[in-house]
C-alpha cells in the first residue's frame, strides 16, 4: 500500500505561538489540525495516513498563494479569543468538504457527503452484493427483491420483504387503526391510506388520463383505464373472434354467448 508522507511545519520563527501546520503532499493543502488532513487525504485515494507515521520534520513555510487554507473548526482544545476577550463556542463554523467545498451544518452529513467523492459504498445488498452509499437507498432497493420474503406473521402466516411492512401489517390483527376519517370514523393503519379513503367523500380525482380526461381518484384504476385505449387485443375469443384488452372483459363476454346458448335451448 502506498505511504503518504505528511509534513507538520512551525507557523512562523516566533516559537511562542505554538501553530501548526500539517500539509498534504499530494495537492499541498494546509490543515491546523491532524485529523482534517487525515479526512482530506481519504478523497485522493491513491494513499491513506497510517498511524505514527507522521513526519515532524521543519520546512519553510510556503506562501499564501502556494497554501490553499481551510476555513478554523473550533473545539475545546483552543480558545476562541475575539477582541481580546473569549468568545462563546456554541456557534460552530459548518463543515467543509476538502474537494468540493460544499458546506454542512453537521460533521455526520460531511462524511456522508464524502462517500459521492471516494465513490464507496459502504452499504451492500445481503441477496445480490450490489453496494449502495447511502442506507436509505438500499432500504428502497430491497423493495425489489419482493420473492424474498422472509418476515412471517405469526396471526395469519402471511410473509413481507421487510420488517417494516410486517409491522404495518401486525397493526391489522392488533386493531390498532392510528389513523381516523374524520367523515365516516374508518381507521387506517397508514396516513397514506387515509389519504386515499378521503377521496371517497370529496371526490376529487388527481389521477386524469391524458388520453380522454378521464379523472380516478386511484392511481391503480387509471393505470387499468389505460388499457382501454390500447390498440392490442390479446385476449380473442375463441368462438368469435372478437379480441379484448383485459382478461376481464373477455370473460364478460363469454357469458353472452352461454346466455345465447341457453335461450336457444329454452
Known sequence: MEKVIVERIDSGSDSSSKEKTYICEICQRSFSRLHRLQSHIKSHRK??????????????????QEIKTEEPVYDNSDPIIKNGKPESRSRKTACVCDVCNKTFSSR?????????HTKEKPHVCEYCGKGFAQKGNLNVH????????????YVCGKHFAQMGALKVHLLIHSQVMPYVCSVCSKGFTNKCFLERHHRIHTGEKPHVCTICNKGFAQLGNLNVHYQTHSKEKTYECKLCGKGFSRESYLEKHYNTHLKADSDDIS
Open 47 to 64: 494513499g491513506r495516513v497510517t498511524k505514527n507515521k507522521v513526519s515532524t520534520a521543519s520546512v519553510e513555510l510556503k506562501s499564501e
Open 108 to 116: 455526520c452529513f460531511l462524511v456522508r457527503h464524502y462517500l459521492i
Open 142 to 153: 430491497y423493495q425489489t427483491h419482493t420473492d424474498l420474503k422472509e418476515f412471517g406473521c
